[in-house]
């Protein structure tokens, strides 16, 4: 059964940077597509970058492209997601959340994954 944590949320300023790790136990990620999504209080999770190795594809939504990287090391079983130029409206809650990838591409839905983690919060402000 795939488990998987977030880490490396935290409190930065607009204009800042921060990297988000998924690390995963109990599976490989290399079998799975991951999505990074956000939500806010009152609005739906939002997804924000998506990979899947089996066909190199990665997405990203307008909001976020241009400023956010999602990259993944398989040596360590961790995706990464790089946050740059962080603005207001980037504060949420981030998860990382798993679809198994021989059977799905990406996907902007969290309704459309099987796995997520606990969350982590991002901050931003001056």
């Known amino acids: 059964q795939l488990q998987i944590v977030e880490s490396g949320g935290g409190l930065v300023q607009p204009g800042g940077s921060l990297r988000l790790s998924c690390a995963a136990s109990?599976?490989?990620?290399?079998?799975?597509?991951i999505g990074w999504f956000r939500q806010t209080p009152g609005k739906e999770r939002e997804g924000v970058a998506c990979?899947?190795?089996?066909?190199?594809?990665?997405y990203y939504p307008e909001s976020v492209k241009g400023r956010f990287t999602i990259s993944r090391d398989n040596a360590k079983n961790t995706v990464y997601l790089q946050m740059n130029d962080l603005k207001f409206e980037d504060t949420a809650v981030y998860y990382c959340?798993?679809?198994?990838?021989?059977?799905?591409?990406?996907?902007?839905?969290?309704?459309?994954?099987?796995?997520w983690g606990q969350g982590t919060q991002v901050t931003v402000s001056s």
């Open positions: 109990g599976s490989t990620l290399d079998y799975y597509v």
């Open positions: 990979i899947r190795r089996r066909d190199g594809s990665i």
């Open positions: 959340a798993a679809r198994p990838a021989w059977a799905y591409g990406c996907s902007g839905y969290d309704s459309d994954y099987d796995y």
